[in-house]
């Protein structure tokens, strides 16, 4: 295994086109670190920079402290797994298994060992005679995998490799996957578009965004505590619903005033309210606000149902604010027409603010690494 730190590197495609920019993170001895963010924030070309398949334009990458700028990727001791399975379509699944492990000189029963203890980890003992036209598409991305993994690299790298299987596939392949990374005790780099594979998978995350690298954290710290707007809308389904505002002393409070709406600040962020920025972004999950059909009931404010959704285990609820609208999850068995007035209330506790001109956090855990303060 091996610790992999990545020092103010970065990568220019031809045209000055900036896919990554002065990036520095350190992904420790067996750790399972995931790079997240939308299509063209980097990390594609983050990973294969690590593999060696892309040349960097700037900074240095290490391998447990020795740089490998220079290093080929056949040196590298790297194993990447893609979305596309790359099988060889004339080999049977224990050839296919096997061959890497033959290109490198290994005897036959030290490839027949290895073959079958990875075919028992990943599940495919009784899948070894067939052929990759015969396999399922998740039985194929296992038979990928188990193939990178055969040769027990160093590092292993994952670009996007259950993307395109269906729902039950993709949670059976995050099983697997997971397992393998307790039992070997690999360091893992997954790289992944989709924030439930990274929160359900990854020890920390690097959400990227344009080239930079917005936050690192764990799942809940990256969830509860987003240092910028971004992040703050990106990661969480349903997305964080925002206001934007200032704040205004009233009556010796502060208070976060909001068109017609105003409410006081949470009570960690009384005392600066003088020192809140003009313009602010009160930021706030569907999950922390409650919604009322009862319009005399204690409100933050008021709006009428768009449409709800009942998804059997909670509901949706998507509420017009007239300048804005907002969403709220609730219980199963909230119902309401549209266009039917409610009453929203936030929860203080989780409330966040950002800088509406710069889009950071007024509040961060000191938990969490924040790049661009």
């Known amino acids: 295994m091996a610790t992999i730190t990545l020092e ?31 299509s063209g924030c980097g990390k594609s070309s983050t990973m294969r920079m690590i593999a060696g398949l892309e040349e960097i334009t700037g900074g240095t990458i290490y391998f447990d402290g020795k740089p490998v700028n220079r290093l080929r990727p056949r040196d ?33 029963a030290q490839v027949d060992a290895k073959v079958q203890e990875f075919a028992r980890l990943l599940e495919l003992t009784r899948l070894l005679h067939r052929m ?18 055969v ?30 990374h307790l039992e070997k005790g690999y360091t893992m780099i997954y790289v992944t578009h989709d924030q439930e594979e990274a929160m359900a998978m990854a020890d920390r995350i690097v959400v990227m965004h ?106 949706v609820v998507t509420v017009d604010m007239a300048d804005v609208r907002f969403q709220a999850v609730t219980p199963p068995s909230f119902s309401a027409n549209r266009h039917q007035p409610v009453s929203l209330k936030f929860d203080p506790t989780f409330m966040r603010f950002f800088d509406k001109s710069t889009g950071k956090a007024i509040q961060v855990s000191t938990n969490v690494q924040r790049i661009n303060e």
Request: hydrophobic fraction near 40%; charged fraction near 20%.
């Open 8 to 38: 103010n590197v970065s990568k220019t495609y031809a045209g000055n086109v900036e896919a990554v920019r002065n990036i520095n993170f350190e992904v420790k001895n067996g750790e399972f670190v995931a790079l997240l963010g939308p």
């Open 76 to 108: 590298r001791k790297v194993a990447m797994a893609f979305e596309t399975y790359a099988l060889y379509p004339t080999l049977t699944v224990y050839e296919n298994l096997a061959f890497p492990l033959r290109s490198a000189g290994w005897s036959q």
């Open 132 to 149: 990759p036209g015969e396999l399922s598409g998740g039985q194929a991305q296992r038979i990928g995998l188990a193939r990178a993994l």
């Open 151 to 180: 040769r027990e690299p160093a590092v292993f790298l994952l670009d996007e490799p259950i993307s395109h299987l269906d729902t039950r596939q993709r949670f059976r392949m995050r099983q697997i996957i997971k397992r393998l």
């Open 210 to 315: 344009e080239g930079v690298i917005r936050q690192i954290g764990a799942s809940t710290e990256i969830y509860r505590d987003p240092a910028d707007d971004f992040v703050a809308g990106f990661v969480g389904e349903p997305p964080m619903n925002f206001l934007e505002g200032a704040p205004n002393l009233c009556d010796g409070a502060w208070m976060f005033r909001s068109g017609d709406r105003q409410f006081p600040f949470p009570n960690w962020l009384q005392s600066h309210g003088d020192k809140l920025p003009a313009a602010l972004k009160m930021g706030i999950r569907p999950y922390d606000v409650s919604v009322s059909l009862d319009s005399s009931a204690p409100c933050d404010a008021k709006g009428e149902v768009f449409v709800c959704e009942n998804m059997c285990d909670y509901s």
